[in-house]
């Protein structure tokens, strides 16, 4: 057997009254959470088994594609952990994409079931979502626009015996939609071994052991905890929106409950770093999804204990965690991305193999060792390891664009799949890798490729500068690199005349960006929902064409 929700009943025989989460619940006079909503270990694993048998009942078992549309909560994980037990598949798509996107995605599940809070049903019918459900399960009070309440299939299910399906490695274990901010997300599908990797390769890379309190804002990372037998604290905020979180009320929960790790996109970092209040007891920080400025990690390093660790993971949806670097040395790499080195994003986590191949946007069918390039150049990052995914759901065409089949030298060993992260990158003498960028976001000019994170460190330099994002204009190897530019909150666009000169001059102190003729300035740059990092670039791109 191979499921991550076996730990469940281990934990709860082992450590039964354990709190697995704490959630917000009510809130008090003064604005903060109460925090009077708790699961123990000994209540997740029953309930969790009394809600699978309750599905069960309604045919929602092993290999059922079921749409969760549930917000971090107690019902979530008890939901999530009971579809694992059943060895049914949960589907997760982000609520806050494009509509259009969001409806595509669900339609391409072909989802048997559909759980999901009552806005979620409401959207379901009013929008035409997932009509392939037949069983619509809803977290609300009443069986509205749905079958049943959550809590009546607990109910149909109480006093089942334990339930374990018997899932085997290979079966598949979910769909996890990419955040698509490059196109419509894909949904990538995960086999119940790529989790159990997946939590044996976090646990070792940062330590994280049992009985360790977490504040998990990010909320699929949320499903790891109970798994290391974690204390998950389920923070006071709108998970979709990390930029707005209030650092008042991650304080509260941090200092209540002596949280001593913290998991967050680079967005909830800048907030956390610009609010500048110390944080006594976090051991452990996680930030992933996207690269955290340099200022925002030397800020966090200052609030931190001296002896706490930052570590930036380096990987995607479809394979995580790739590479991992810690905040010291991050700092240590910061001049090196100023002048155009790119990101570093450290060592691969074994056993991962990483390796640097010749940038191409075609399929290519079979691996060669032929394809990789030598170290120091530039290349598309590929990875293959225990947590590579193999495929994407019903996207075959983009299968075939990002996986390459290894056959594993011996005839009869099979072969391997290697993951292209369509990301480029390269090694450097010391074998760490460097981040530079989204393959399809590079910029070919007659002079040679361009590749955004080698490009805008360069000018994110400039102090009245926020952010800059290079994009292309025309066709594919004679195209124009233009810089567009997000001035600093408060600085008055008049300045702008001045500030665009002085970005030409940074930009001629170095070879690779003095070739860069045309800066746009642009209101606010448009960055995708979950990580409120991402830059649009695609987008930024048509207005340049538009506006230049
Ligand atoms: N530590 C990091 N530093 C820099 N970039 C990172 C880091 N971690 C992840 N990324 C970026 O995030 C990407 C993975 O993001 P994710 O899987 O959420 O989907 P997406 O790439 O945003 O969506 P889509 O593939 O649909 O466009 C990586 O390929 C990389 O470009």
Same mark, same amino acid.
């Given at each position: ?17 354990? @709190? ?28 969790? !088994? ?163 309190? !977490? ?140 390796? @640097? ?38 996207? !075959? ?14 005839? !009869? ?85 001045? @500030? ?28 995708? @929902? ?19």
């Amino acid at each position: 057997m191979c499921n991550i929700a076996a730990s469940l009943p281990r934990l709860a025989r082992e450590a039964p009254d354990r @709190i697995a989460m704490r959630c917000p619940g009510s809130r008090g006079a003064d604005g903060l959470a109460r925090y009077d909503v708790e699961l123990s270990y000994r209540e997740l694993d029953a309930r969790s !088994d009394a809600i699978a048998a309750g599905l069960a009942r309604r045919g929602i078992v092993r290999g059922t594609r079921t749409v969760v549309m549930v917000r971090p909560s107690p019902e979530f994980f008890l939901l999530m952990f009971a579809l694992f037990k059943a060895g049914a598949v949960p589907v997760l798509v982000d609520p806050g994409i494009d509509r259009r996107a969001l409806r595509q995605c669900l339609d391409e599940a072909q989802p048997e079931a559909f759980i999901g809070i009552p806005l979620a049903q409401f959207a379901r019918v009013v929008l035409g979502w997932a009509s392939s459900a037949r069983v619509r399960i809803t977290t609300g009070r009443h069986a509205l626009l749905a079958d049943a309440t959550l809590a009546r299939v607990e109910r149909d299910g109480a006093g089942a015996t334990a339930q374990l399906a018997d899932t085997r490695p290979d079966d598949v274990a979910a769909i996890l939609f990419t955040s698509g901010s490059t196109g419509v997300p894909k949904g990538v599908v995960y086999r119940h071994r790529h989790f159990v990797a997946q939590i044996a390769m976090l646990g070792e890379a940062f330590g994280i052991g049992a009985g360790a309190v !977490d504040l998990p804002t990010f909320p699929p990372f949320a499903l790891f905890d109970p798994a290391l037998g974690v204390t998950s604290v389920i923070p006071d905020m709108d998970a979709t929106k990390p930029a707005l979180a209030d650092p008042r009320r991650l304080h509260d929960a941090i200092a209540r409950f002596g949280v001593d790790q913290l998991f967050g996109s680079p967005a909830l970092m800048a907030v956390l770093a610009r609010h500048g209040q110390p944080l006594p007891g976090v051991k452990r920080v996680t930030s992933a999804g996207a690269p955290v400025p340099a200022d925002v990690v030397a800020r966090m390093r200052e609030l931190l204990p001296a002896d706490a660790q930052f570590w930036t993971p380096y990987g995607a949806t479809e394979c995580l965690p790739v590479a991992v670097i810690e905040g010291r040395e991050l700092q240590a790499t910061r001049a090196a991305t100023e002048s155009g080195a790119g990101t570093c994003v450290g060592r691969a986590v074994a056993p991962n193999e990483v390796r @640097i191949i010749r940038i191409s946007d075609d399929a290519v069918e079979r691996w060669s060792d032929a394809l990789c390039v030598p170290t120091g150049e530039v290349g598309e990052i590929t990875v293959v390891g225990p947590t590579t995914t193999d495929s994407y759901f019903n996207r !075959d065409a983009m299968t075939r664009l990002a996986k390459i089949r290894e056959p594993r030298g011996d005839v !009869d060993a099979g072969e391997r799949i290697v993951h292209r992260m369509g990301d480029v990158g390269y090694f450097d003498a010391q074998g760490r890798l460097w981040f530079c960028g989204r393959k399809s976001h590079r910029v070919e000019c007659a002079s040679g490729p361009l590749y955004t994170e080698q490009v805008e460190p360069v000018f994110n330099v400039h102090d009245q500068v926020r952010r800059t994002a290079l994009v292309g204009i025309g066709p594919m190897g004679q195209q124009q690199a233009v810089l567009c530019v997000e001035l600093a909150q408060g600085v008055d666009g008049r300045h702008w005349p001045r @500030i665009e000169s002085e970005l030409r001059a940074i930009g001629a102190a170095h070879p690779h960006t003095a070739g860069i003729a045309r800066f746009l300035r642009h209101p606010k740059f448009p960055v995708d @929902i979950r990580h409120n990092a991402k830059i649009g670039r695609e987008k930024l791109a048509a207005w340049a064409a538009e506006s230049a």
